[in-house]
């Protein structure tokens, strides 16, 4: 058994690209389609337990299925094999940028990278927009997410949990409608106690060690972790300042090269943070301080999303019954939407000009572009990334490379390479 979990889940890990839709697309063939592994019914239930966590649903969809077929060692391999192949891309790919990141033909490829990235945000938009948007109090909650982010600069966890009170409170009622199931929730205690423990002993060597960078790396991406809920995309603007403003880790060109990278290795957006890590280690301590900050930032942020699926899919029938929770989640969802629009305007800013100036006006605390230093070739090649994206469907394997080289193509002939 445990060989075919090893084939089947390292199938799927070689083969998840193209985002979170395209990957619980490929386990569904695989696991329901093909082997039968998981009912319709089981898939649906787990499908919506995993989109109401913090982390990546679909690598958490994987280590679902894997403990249903395998238990705790099953979901490990499951889980597991959904990262490790895009984990060692990055690996490659951050050890790649750091040495030549800096180079003008490198720097040409990523322009095409970078307009690209913000047609992807602007497409996670409209799909998250469409399914959370359903009631009128979701729509609000996105515009003062918005708001609330972009011209008050408020803290995304508290963005995050004024959602959550403002969906709990809107429930008349928290009576279950199934049944808990016997010894579960003590079971689910254990989980969380020896998983919190595996998650924090790093963070506690480190303390010893007296690393501040190290230290720095591990608070940061564990808070991370525990605030991602609506994918990636919802906290890149939070990790991008905290990263670029308060650590001063990278700058960000830097972070939205990270991106665009991100977007075109297999598994989840979310290893990202990886590369993150890796890139302020090489500035820190050199390639060794690297590998050890990948590492690290690579355990903080996905040993979480063991956890809850070991300690939650016992339970996932009776959290489904919780009207008030499942309420929070779904206000958490809705102002993902206001999340998600407020980067994907950040990032267009910073593509799309040169130069952008600070406001400060009472509560005010935003950014205007300024117009003369529009860079008419980035715009160029986002109309053509949305032509290929939005318009004619293009995967976005294809859309990458193409407007990278577009980008190559245009700045030789413009001479500014």
């Known amino acids: 058994?445990?060989?075919?979990?090893?084939?089947?889940?390292?199938r799927i890990g070689l083969l998840s690209f193209g985002g979170p839709a395209a990957q619980i697309a490929l386990i569904h063939d695989e696991l329901v389609e093909k082997r039968s592994w998981l009912t319709e019914a089981q898939f649906l239930r787990a499908l919506s337990f995993c989109m109401l966590l913090p982390g990546p649903e679909a690598m958490q969809l994987a280590t679902y299925a894997g403990w249903k077929k395998g238990g705790i060692l099953g979901g490990l391999i499951g889980g597991?094999?959904?990262?490790?192949?895009?984990?060692?891309v990055i690996t490659l790919l951050a050890l790649t940028y750091g040495a030549d990141g800096n180079l003008p033909v490198v720097q040409a490829l990523f322009l095409g990278v970078k307009a690209t990235v913000v047609i992807i945000v602007i497409a996670a938009l409209l799909k998250i927009a469409k399914r959370a948007l359903t009631k009128p109090l979701h729509k609000w909650l996105a515009v003062a997410a918005f708001v609330a982010l972009f011209f008050l600069a408020l803290p995304f966890p508290l963005v995050v949990l004024a959602a959550a009170l403002i969906g709990a409170m809107g429930q008349i009622t928290d009576e279950a409608t199934f049944p808990l199931p016997s010894g579960s929730l003590r079971k689910s205690a254990l989980i969380l106690c020896i998983g919190g423990i595996l998650w924090a002993a790093p963070i506690a060597a480190i303390a010893f060690s007296d690393n501040a960078f190290l230290m720095d790396v591990a608070l940061f991406f564990?808070?991370?972790?525990v605030v991602?809920?609506?994918?990636?995309?919802?906290?890149?603007?939070?990790?991008?300042?905290?990263?670029?403003?308060?650590?001063?880790w990278l700058s960000t060109a830097q972070m939205m090269d990270a991106l665009g990278l991100a977007e075109t290795t297999p598994g989840p957006l979310i290893l990202?943070?990886?590369?993150?890590?890796m890139i302020a280690g090489l500035a820190e301590g050199g390639i060794a301080?690297?590998?050890?900050?990948?590492?690290?930032?690579?355990?903080?942020?996905?040993?979480?999303?063991?956890i809850w699926i070991?300690?939650?899919?016992?339970?996932?029938?009776?959290?489904?019954?919780?009207?008030r929770l499942r309420g929070a989640l779904t206000a958490i969802t809705a102002a993902v939407v206001g999340v998600i629009a407020n980067l994907s305007l950040w990032f267009a800013l910073h593509v799309f000009f040169g130069a952008v100036d600070p406001i400060n006006w009472g509560?005010?605390?935003?950014?205007?572009?300024?117009?003369?230093?529009?860079q008419p070739l980035a715009a160029l090649l986002a109309l053509i990334a949305a032509i290929m994206l939005l318009w004619r469907q293009w995967s976005l394997t294809m859309v990458l490379p193409v407007c990278a080289a577009l980008s190559l193509l245009f700045s030789g002939m413009a001479g500014l390479i």
């Open 1 to 10: 058994m445990t060989r075919e979990l090893v084939r089947v889940f390292g």
């Open 80 to 88: 597991g094999l959904f990262i490790l192949p895009g984990a060692l």
């Open 222 to 225: 564990s808070t991370l972790a």
């Open 228 to 248: 991602t809920f609506g994918g990636a995309y919802a906290v890149l603007a939070y990790m991008t300042q905290e990263v670029v403003v308060t650590f001063g």
């Open 272 to 277: 990202v943070t990886q590369f993150v890590g």
């Open 289 to 306: 301080m690297a590998l050890v900050a990948g590492a690290l930032t690579l355990w903080v942020t996905f040993v979480p999303c063991f």
């Open 310 to 323: 070991f300690a939650g899919a016992p339970l996932i029938d009776w959290l489904e019954g919780r009207p």
């Open 363 to 374: 509560p005010v605390q935003s950014v205007v572009p300024q117009l003369s230093t529009l």
